[in-house]
Nanobody, 125 residues
Framework: QVQLVESGGGLVQPGGSLRLSCVAS?????????????MGWYRQALGKQRELVAA???????NYADSVKGRFTISRENAKNTVYLQMNSLKPEDTAVYYC??????????????WGQGTQVTVSS
């Protein structure tokens, strides 16, 4: 079973930057048993529902929430089984727990989905 571990959260001032990392326990990016996958970053602010921030597919397509377009960038480093979320020009409203999500479609059929444990991002002066 693939496990996800996030890191990189913390406290940053408005206008600052952070880079979140999500490391998968297995080499999913080059696995021949995988038909396709999507790795995404979600966030959940206090008292609010979890929302999609950004996602990247196995074909390299990316998708961003309107609120982060132009400020956040999702990328992956296959050799390190890692997906990153570069967050620039951070705003107080970006404060939330950020979660990594993985959805795999297997060549043999079936779908697997898992979440990381989350990492806190706080934007405050």
């Amino acid at each position: 079973q693939v496990q996800l571990v996030e890191s990189g959260g913390g406290l940053v001032q408005p206008g600052g930057s952070l880079r979140l990392s999500c490391v998968a326990s297995e080499s999913i990016f080059s696995s021949g048993s995988i038909f396709s996958y999507t790795m995404g970053w979600y966030r959940q602010a206090l008292g609010k529902q979890r929302e999609l921030v950004a996602a990247i597919t196995s074909s390299g397509m990316t998708n961003y929430a309107d609120s982060v377009k132009g400020r956040f960038t999702i990328s992956r480093e296959n050799a390190k089984n890692t997906v990153y979320l570069q967050m620039n020009s951070l705003k107080p409203e970006d404060t939330a727990v950020y979660y990594c999500n993985l959805v795999i479609s297997w060549r043999a059929g079936g779908v697997f989905s898992d979440w990381g444990q989350g990492t806190q991002v706080t934007v405050s002066s």
